[in-house]
């Protein structure tokens, strides 16, 4: 074993150490301090952890799983999704690697990107999830980096993942394969068929063909279309019928970021057809999942025909939503839902995957390294300005290090109450986490908010004109 990996195993206790006495201070702390003014000192201080700690999570991914999709970072050896390497992490780490000005990494992950990376190949792929995470991060990066090798192989990539769109409704297959071209997956929800868009659009700008953001807007409307009566969508979806398969309303997975890209594809396209199907569906969300219980706000579940509550339940993946209020203007009701999603963090010192909000019991003990609330706290910070989003990040951050770092990464949690790890670092660590928790503490200058739009796996892309 290399002297530095043994010498940072050493360390690793210290680190936690250090990290749990900061969490204490947070804690400790006064209500009023920690409301309180944050200086430029304790925001660079902070800023600065980030970025080291996510060079402790990237310099392991290089030491162990170099070239492949993942790190396991408890038995350090690497994962491939689909048995072979698509270069998951190194593309989706790429633009915060670029955000941080860690240049050396940067150029290193570009340089295996350009030379390394092939979708030539024959294995059948999850086209939501490769869209979010490698069209989305070759995009933002070939944005940012005007490295012309990565806008060739998103645009090969997009050419491979078109056949998804040739179902019988416009609603996408689930898979496609690589180099033939079979689909296959009637099984879907929408979030997959309604979170395209984004992706697709910018593809479209900059190759100059059409067709890419013609087919993800249909996918798009023709989800929007089968909207129940009362304006409500269900989680489950039949791409091939068009049925509903489940008639379970929310905001968490398998919705969450077909509302997002409503609003988002208004945010980065000017397209008014988005900005109307937003306007109905939050309406339709904040008459039905909206749930005031002991004057606190929160979102639970229910029937998507008849509105009736069927589950009180909010989690990891919910908390998002307080960020597309507070993105779509609506700050009040996204204040008090942040504080529900906080609320919820605190009840282990880490956020569970999902929290019976009605009994205070924790449903889903798993933590995945999720960002969702961090991704809401940076935007309430940067539209509000209001402090006391920097010092709940700063108490998260601290709680996050606590509890998933380990000599070779950060990992997963199998359950949040006994803080038990699993042997799992998923790319959106690096792509999102990691950079929400940057975003909040850096300088305003690092990312020009008002000039792009994050894709659900924030990966920063161009606005057209801002709105």
């Given amino acids: ?19 749990c006495i900061f969490c204490l201070t947070l804690v400790a702390m006064p209500a009023a301090a920690q409301t309180g003014k944050f200086s430029k000192v304790e925001a660079a201080k902070l800023a600065g952890q980030v970025k080291r700690e996510f060079l402790h999570a990237w310099t392991n991914y290089e030491t162990y799983a170099w070239g492949h999709d993942e790190l396991r970072p408890l038995s350090r050896t690497a994962k491939d999704w689909y048995g072979q390497p698509l270069l998951m992490t190194p593309v989706d780490a790429l633009d915060t690697l670029i955000i941080m000005h860690l240049d050396g990494e940067a150029n290193k992950a570009r340089k295996l990107i350009d030379t390394k990376l092939s979708f030539d190949r024959d294995i059948s792929v999850k086209n939501f999830e490769i869209t979010i995470r490698l069209l989305g991060g070759l995009l933002s990066s070939y944005e940012m980096s005007n490295d012309p090798r990565l806008l060739e192989l998103a645009h090969d990539l997009g050419d491979r993942l078109l056949p998804v769109f040739a179902s019988p409704t416009g609603l996408p ?17 929408p979030a997959e068929t309604g979170s395209l ?7 479209s700008r900059l190759t100059g063909n059409p067709v890419y ?9 023709e989800t929007f279309r089968r909207r ?35 609003w988002k594809c208004w945010k980065l396209l000017g397209d008014r057809d988005c900005l109307d199907m937003w306007k109905a569906s939050i309406a339709a969300v904040n008459k039905y999942d909206a749930d005031e219980r002991g004057g606190e706000l929160w979102y639970g579940h229910v029937d998507m025909n008849t509105g009736r509550r069927t589950a009180t339940e909010w989690g990891a993946l919910d908390a998002f939503f307080p960020g597309l209020l507070a993105f779509s203007g609506d700050i009040a009701r996204a204040r008090r839902l942040q504080d529900s999603s906080f609320e919820m963090w605190n009840v282990t010192g880490v956020e569970p995957e999902i929290y ?8 889903d003990p798993h933590y995945e390294l999720r960002p969702e609330i961090v991704e809401s706290t940076y935007y309430l910070w940067r539209l509000t300005g209001d ?68 894709n659900t796996e924030a990966h920063p892309l161009k606005r057209l004109a801002p709105q």
Avoid at 1 to 19: E, Q
Avoid at 197 to 203: A, N, P, Q, S, V
Avoid at 241 to 250: A, E, M, N, V
Avoid at 356 to 363: P, R
Wanted: charged share 20%.
């Fill in 387 to 454: 402090p006391k989003y920097r010092r709940m990040g700063a108490k998260m951050f601290a709680d996050f290090v606590a509890a998933c770092r380990v000599p070779y990464g950060y990992a997963a949690l199998d359950d949040v109450v006994t803080k038990q790890k699993a042997d799992r670092m998923e790319s959106f660590a690096f792509a999102e986490t990691f950079k929400y928790f940057y975003l909040l503490f850096a300088p305003r200058t690092a990312l020009d908010f008002d000039r792009v739009v994050f």
């Fill in 1 to 19: 074993m290399p002297v530095d990996r043994t010498l940072g195993a050493l360390l690793h206790d210290a680190a936690i150490a250090l990290a």
């Fill in 197 to 203: 868009i984004l992706e697709f659009c910018t593809l």
């Fill in 228 to 262: 129940s009566p009362i304006g409500l969508v269900g989680d489950g979806l039949d791409a091939a019928t068009g049925k509903w398969t489940s008639p379970d309303s929310h905001v968490s997975g398998g919705i969450d970021s077909y509302l997002e890209y409503q």
């Fill in 173 to 189: 297959y689930v898979n496609v394969n690589l180099r033939t071209g079979a689909v296959s997956g009637t099984d879907t929800n």
């Fill in 213 to 221: 953001c013609a087919k993800a807007k249909r996918a798009l409307v």
């Fill in 356 to 363: 019976n909000y009605a009994t205070g019991k924790i449903e």
